[in-house]
């Protein structure tokens, strides 16, 4: 099943499928390891609209919430 | 005043002066793998090192003795990629072009993330060594790595070090040092040519973008390659859960982070005043009884010790001449104020060693704790979207956080933001809603003085212009603010000797750079005074000191003063004997007020010519209206 990063739920694992953004956030994220076919482990959503937390490559890293709309990861 | 380290010889990445670039080992690595501490071990320059990503915005140039000869070595800011994201990464790549040594300084916890970039800079044929650092982290969270292997397959030397111990750290200088400048070191001896990344010059067309002649890489063979690599060297061990990692986990947790944030701010704030209050009143401040009187505390010492021979002298120079004047200054019921007198010899020490420097010696040691320990981010990551709704960036807080401290740094800091406008609102807030240390000092020891009340007043006066300022500047203008993406390092204990280097750095930076402005402030208040220069100048500022804010007319100096050190000028309101209101009001328009000279300077220098000059008038603008509206309510 396929889901936007701001759906899936904290605790919940998942691989990048795709990542709907320009060049410049492509790179961004490819810079912190977040590149198609990536794992990835959603640790928390902050509340109020804030940051998606995930962990990475045994790595933590904090995505703006518009962001985490734009990658799509499978899951389950 | 801290970023002005290694001897002054650090550079703004947007002066970028290339002729000066040249260097024998440059320091390239990732964010936050430890550049800054291998840096200050290879050159015994210390500069400011910390647990979170973006510390060192500008590059620090040191020198190094070995083989003979001397060395200079330089740090770069740290960069994810060779493809720069920021203005200080960008400095990165134009200083790797001039160097002919590089050494790379990896994590090694996190071998994945940082290859590619070693991948990136094995592709520029430059002589190159890469250090794998926080060797001893990785033998603990059960990360074994194969170096033989490793440096087989990458083709250049690889050692293991411990930057923040040292250990490692001569092995790596010796290979260092063996590498033969300018001759590139052969790619994969690995015998698997088809493992070679794919090299793409900028004039190909493809995903690899040109920029400056440098030569760019196919990004999905990089991690690929990178994929590969640590797959054959890299072996990982399960452990359990370590309490560090229990708190990690509370700490981004929504609901208990915001209660696990609220505390450490909350506790932060309260050890600052806790441990300042104790260096300047003693045990007798902090527990309010009388009977545990210790003699102790900087205020008990000015007045025993020094109190005696200052008031002989006194009398030697008689009170009411200048020479009197000058080092004593005026006498308060017949006794010398250290606060009040204003001379060279009495407030002239007094303020920046009796008030000042406690209070910045207990801020910078919270704030160190806070920095070393990995906490920043966090918060910057639980602000984030309370910060947008305001116009800001999460990251923004932590030059704020600095510009607590002194103004200077946190101004420099703003360059981890990465748009202009972020930069541009984050300095301007800084420089008129965010008090420094020393005069949050002077605030705290006069105006606590009438209570909690008037203190709490000025610091939520302060809170609500920050608000109110970022607010408006929001909606002039639309431009897309970019969105928080941040690697959350994981916690550590802070060393001790990394925290005691790093405090000392930043106090010594106070008294070596401070300590003269002070005595000069103090020096031309008694010559304007003296000269009664003061009268023509309050004619001249008359309608806004006094009706707009209803001070009294000789508020006009220290308000100039405060241009060259704000917290002898709030020193000089305190003998102007204000009410309250006064005292309140007068607080506020200082913190806002033009800002001192460092920072002057510094924001001319960040901001540009017209950023500097838009960023005046909206402070002007700020302080007129603070100051008339506090006037109007309190």
Known sequence: MEKLLTELKPGDQGTVVAIKGGRGMQSRLRSLGLVEGQTLHKLSALAWGGPVVVEVKRTQVAIGRGMAAKILVRCG | MQDRVAEGRTRSAAQRPRKHLKNDILLVGQPNVGKSVLFSHLTGVRTIAS?????????????????????????????????????????????????????????????????????????????????????????????????????????????????????????????????????????????????????????????????????????????????????????????????????EEISIHPLWGSLFALVVISLSFSLVRLIGEFLIAGAVGIVGAPWVELPFGTELLFDKVLQPPLMRLSALLGPGSFLHRLFIGTLVDGRIDFMQSFGILTSGIFIPLGVVLPYLLSFYFVLSLLEDSGYLPRLAVFLDSFMHRIGLHGYAIIPTLLGLGCNVPGIMATRILESRRQRFITATLISVAVPCAALQAMIIGL??????????????????????????????????????????????????????????????????????????????????????????????????????????????????????????????????????????????VLAMFFPCVATFVVLFRELGFKGGLKSIGIMLLAVFLTGGALNLIL
């Not at chain 2, 790093?502 to 106090?507: A, G």
């Open chain 2, 447 to 588: 105006l606590g003085r009438r209570g909690i009340g008037p203190v709490l007043v000025v610091y939520g006066t302060l809170f609500v212009v920050w608000l109110l300022i970022s607010l408006i500047l929001r909606f002039t203008s639309r431009e897309f603010q970019p969105e928080l993406l941040v690697e959350i390092p994981p916690y550590r204990l802070p060393s001790a000797r990394a925290l005691a280097a790093k405090m000392w750095l930043r106090i010594s930076g106070f008294v070596r750079e401070a300590l003269p402005i002070i005595l000069t402030a103090i020096v031309a208040v008694n010559v304007l005074y003296q000269l009664d220069l003061f009268t023509y100048l309050a004619k001249f500022a008359e309608p806004v000191v006094t009706r707009v804010w209803g001070m009294p007319s000789e508020a006009v100096v220290p308000l100039l003063v405060g241009m060259l050190r704000k917290d002898v000028a709030l020193g000089l309101f305190a003998a102007l004997m204000l009410t309250s209101k006064q005292m309140i009001i007068g607080s506020v």
């Open chain 2, 51 to 247: 647990n979170y990503p973006g510390t060192t915005v500008s590059y620090a140039m040191g020198r190094m003795r070995g083989k003979g000869s001397t060395l200079i070595v330089m740090d770069a800011p740290g960069t994810y990629s060779l493809e720069p994201l920021d203005e200080a990464a960008r400095v990165t790549v134009d200083l790797i072009d001039d160097a002919k040594r590089i050494i790379n300084v990896v994590d090694s916890t996190h071998l994945e993330r940082h290859l590619p970039m070693t991948l990136e800079l094995i592709a520029q044929k430059k002589p190159m060594v890469v250090a794998l650092n926080m060797s001893d982290e990785a033998r603990h969270r059960g990360i074994g790595i194969d170096v033989e292997r490793l440096s087989a397959e990458l083709g250049v030397p690889i050692v293991p070090i411990v930057a923040l111990s040292g250990e490692g750290v001569k092995q790596l200088v010796d290979t260092c040092l063996d590498l033969q400048p300018q001759q590139p070191p052969i790619l994969n001896q690995s015998g698997h040519p088809g493992h070679h990344p794919h090299i793409q010059h900028p004039s190909q067309a493809g995903n690899g973008s040109a920029s400056a002649g440098h030569v760019h890489l196919d990004r999905d063979r990089i991690w690929q390659r990178v994929g590969e690599l640590v797959e054959r060297v890299q072996t990982l061990e399960h452990h359990h859960h370590s309490f560090t990692e229990r708190l």
